[in-house]
């Protein structure tokens, strides 16, 4: 992928049943990573079961027999259809879409049938009639690869049930699945995908909304001192079941910088080679306590723990876990060296700390020596930008700039605001450049398909339970997008947050949710402006 690494490390929680199918994960390193995902208990309660027709029953991930997905398209034989894939709008729109965040990634549900409006439909000449799109799923990265070529992600659309009553429930036991690849080298915003985007960040920003609560000043801790020994204990960790899921440092912290790094929870833990944990669950204990830990070594020793209280006072409850209680990375209402008004064409934000791997925003407008009018300016056309260090100027769109926590450090009137310190912005909408969109109808579903050529070939469903009942057509236009979207993208998939509010996506370490290639069983058609 061509987009930054969104995290270091990604912490996969453990986290129960979702929608019927129990916990799996696309980190080969996970004891149900894609080569286990043969023993995901319940994989067999999943959402095609809602299909009467579809044969979903079992899970089919471990099976060696059959066609699976995704694979590597390469053409091995001539076209098998005579028309363009044929498209209908429906009465749907895009308001109608049940967007959603999922720990696999992105989804998007169309009403049932019946249910207020009528979905978009195509009609694909391979023996399937007009069918209406179901949902949709995006993934970073793509998971079919074209020719040995992976992509930045991946669109497909799920069409089932036939719309007209003479086709009966012809092959409705089978999945038409349409899908079309991204591209971010050539840095192209996507307005087709960028209403995509705004749905799902809605989404992203009610769950944000209710795992924090209104927005308080943070309450200031009390610091920590160095402690000799663990207040609370030697304790065992397990790699996929951190005692504390947020991991502040991943090398070389003493016990004084965790602390310190930690004030704003409850508990912290130092383990292996200076690695730091911050957290406020009680049950820091649930694999059991240990003998073997060196607390004052610079090496506490493997998936071992030395847990420590951070201050005595009233805990700080972490964004992470709670729903209900005050967020302790909420803006203040009044920052250190806020600015003093907020001009008209942005207004202020707040103070947040930044991450040189993980910046909040992508797009770096200016290096040094930006003015906050200045970088408004060069930001122009985006939602928000912010001023760091000594005049640097960053811009972007997405609405998890506070996913490294606030500060009150920020002197946004000054030249230097602060190493790591960012004082935000949101450009006045009225200001920010206007979509365009490419038909008079607006949104359309369909759009990148139609009168696109396209390969075909039979395989199966790319996740837990695995089925082998969907004929694929991969579109072969690649799509462009931009590298701003693609952030975006992978912040929305990592950013996924349980009924907890913990964070529990099922990425693997570069927040990837892509099925790893599978075998080539059958057939795989092309079709090109010679055929029809």
């Given at each position: 992928?061509?987009?930054?690494?969104?995290?270091?490390?990604?912490?996969?929680?453990?986290?129960?049943?979702?929608?019927?199918?129990?916990?799996?994960?696309?980190?080969?390193?996970?004891?149900?990573?894609?080569?286990?995902?043969?023993?995901?208990?319940?994989?067999?309660?999943?959402?095609?079961?809602?299909?009467?027709?579809?044969?979903?029953?079992k899970?089919e991930?471990?099976?060696?027999?059959?066609?699976?997905?995704?694979?590597?398209?390469?053409?091995?034989?001539?076209?098998?259809?005579?028309?363009?894939?044929?498209?209908?709008?429906?009465?749907?729109?895009?308001?109608?879409?049940?967007?959603?965040?999922?720990?696999?990634?992105?989804?998007?549900?169309?009403?049932?049938?019946?249910?207020?409006?009528?979905?978009?439909?195509?009609?694909?000449?391979?023996?399937?009639?007009?069918?209406?799109?179901?949902?949709?799923?995006?993934?970073?990265?793509?998971?079919?690869?074209?020719?040995?070529?992976?992509?930045?992600?991946?669109?497909?659309?799920?069409?089932?049930?036939?719309?007209?009553?003479?086709?009966?429930?012809?092959?409705?036991?089978?999945?038409?699945m349409t899908?079309?690849?991204?591209?971010?080298?050539?840095?192209?915003?996507?307005?087709?995908?960028?209403?995509?985007?705004?749905?799902?960040?809605?989404?992203?920003?009610?769950?944000?909304?209710?795992?924090?609560?209104v927005?308080?000043?943070?309450?200031?801790?009390?610091?920590v001192?160095?402690?000799?020994?663990?207040?609370?204990?030697?304790?065992?960790d397990?790699?996929?079941?951190?005692?504390?899921?947020?991991?502040?440092?991943?090398?070389?912290?003493?016990?004084?910088e965790?602390?310190?790094?930690?004030?704003?929870?409850?508990?912290?833990?130092l383990?292996?080679?200076?690695?730091c944990f911050?957290?406020?669950?009680?049950?820091?204990?649930?694999?059991?306590?240990?003998?073997?830990?060196?607390c004052?070594?610079?090496?506490?020793?493997?998936?071992?723990?030395?847990?420590?209280?951070?201050?005595?006072?009233?805990?700080?409850?972490?964004?992470?876990?709670?729903?209900?209680?005050?967020?302790?990375?909420?803006?203040?209402?009044?920052?250190?060296n806020?600015?003093?008004?907020?001009?008209?064409?942005?207004?202020?934000?707040?103070?947040?700390?930044?991450?040189?791997?993980?910046?909040?925003f992508?797009?770096?407008?200016?290096?040094?020596?930006?003015?906050?009018?200045?970088c408004?300016?060069?930001?122009?056309?985006?939602?928000?930008?912010s001023?760091?260090?000594?005049?640097?100027?960053?811009?972007?769109?997405?609405?998890?700039?506070?996913?490294?926590?606030?500060?009150?450090?920020?002197?946004?009137?000054?030249?230097?605001?602060?190493?790591?310190?960012?004082c935000?912005?949101?450009?006045?909408?009225?200001?920010?450049?206007?979509?365009?969109?490419?038909?008079s109808?607006?949104?359309?579903?369909h759009?990148?398909?139609?009168?696109?050529?396209?390969y075909?070939?039979?395989?199966?469903?790319?996740?837990?339970?695995c089925?082998?009942?969907?004929?694929?057509?991969?579109?072969s236009?690649?799509?462009?997008?931009?590298?701003?979207?693609?952030?975006?993208?992978?912040?929305?998939?990592?950013?996924y947050?349980?009924?907890?509010?913990?964070?529990?996506?099922?990425?693997?370490?570069?927040?990837?949710?892509?099925?790893?290639?599978?075998s080539?069983?059958?057939?795989?058609?092309?079709?090109?402006?010679?055929?029809?």
């Amino acid at each position: 992928m061509k987009a930054n690494k969104l995290f270091s490390i990604i912490q996969i929680l453990h986290i129960y049943a979702v929608f019927g199918i129990d916990r799996f994960n696309y980190d080969n390193d996970d004891s149900l990573g894609p080569d286990q995902w043969g023993k995901v208990k319940d994989a067999k309660k999943n959402y095609w079961q809602k299909f009467p027709l579809m044969k979903v029953d079992k899970n089919e991930c471990g099976d060696r027999d059959g066609q699976k997905s995704p694979i590597n398209i390469k053409k091995t034989e001539d076209c098998k259809a005579d028309h363009h894939i044929f498209d209908k709008y429906g009465t749907c729109k895009i308001e109608d879409v049940d967007f959603r965040i999922e720990p696999w990634g992105l989804e998007g549900h169309y009403p049932s049938d019946g249910d207020g409006c009528d979905a978009p439909s195509i009609d694909l000449s391979d023996s399937f009639h007009r069918r209406a799109a179901a949902r949709f799923d995006l993934k970073v990265p793509s998971e079919h690869t074209m020719e040995g070529k992976r992509y930045d992600a991946e669109f497909y659309i799920a069409h089932v049930e036939n719309t007209e009553r003479k086709n009966g429930s012809n092959r409705e036991d089978k999945v038409a699945m349409t899908s079309f690849l991204f591209d971010a080298s050539e840095n192209k915003k996507n307005e087709w995908l960028e209403e995509l985007l705004e749905g799902w960040e809605k989404v992203a920003e009610k769950e944000k909304q209710r795992c924090t609560g209104v927005p308080i000043p943070p309450p200031v801790a009390a610091p920590v001192s160095a402690p000799t020994a663990p207040t609370k204990g030697c304790y065992k960790d397990m790699k996929d079941d951190r005692m504390f899921s947020y991991e502040a440092q991943n090398r070389d912290a003493s016990t004084e910088e965790c602390g310190e790094l930690c004030k704003e929870y409850k508990y912290f833990a130092l383990q292996f080679k200076g690695q730091c944990f911050c957290g406020n669950n009680d049950d820091y204990d649930r694999h059991g306590s240990s003998g073997s830990c060196s607390c004052e070594s610079d090496n506490v020793g493997k998936y071992i723990a030395c847990v420590y209280d951070t201050f005595s006072q009233a805990p700080v409850v972490s964004p992470l876990m709670s729903p209900v209680a005050s967020p302790s990375k909420a803006p203040t209402s009044s920052p250190i060296n806020s600015p003093t008004s907020s001009p008209s064409s942005y207004e202020y934000k707040g103070c947040y700390k930044d991450n040189k791997s993980n910046r909040m925003f992508s797009k770096m407008a200016q290096r040094r020596g930006a003015t906050t009018i200045e970088c408004a300016n060069l930001c122009k056309g985006y939602k928000y930008f912010s001023r760091q260090s000594k005049g640097q100027c960053f811009c972007g769109n997405s609405d998890n700039f506070d996913k490294h926590g606030s500060s009150s450090s920020c002197k946004c009137n000054s030249s230097n605001v602060g190493s790591y310190s960012a004082c935000v912005y949101e450009i006045d909408g009225q200001k920010r450049r206007k979509r365009r969109l490419k038909t008079s109808k607006g949104w359309h579903l369909h759009e990148p398909l139609v009168k696109q050529y396209y390969y075909g070939y039979k395989g199966g469903l790319t996740m837990p339970p695995c089925s082998d009942n969907v004929f694929w057509y991969i579109i072969s236009k690649i799509q462009k997008i931009s590298n701003d979207q693609l952030q975006r993208l992978q912040t929305l998939i990592t950013g996924y947050r349980d009924e907890s509010c913990r964070y529990g996506t099922y990425a693997d370490r570069d927040g990837g949710v892509a099925r790893p290639l599978q075998s080539a069983k059958g057939s795989i058609f092309e079709c090109t402006s010679r055929d029809y």
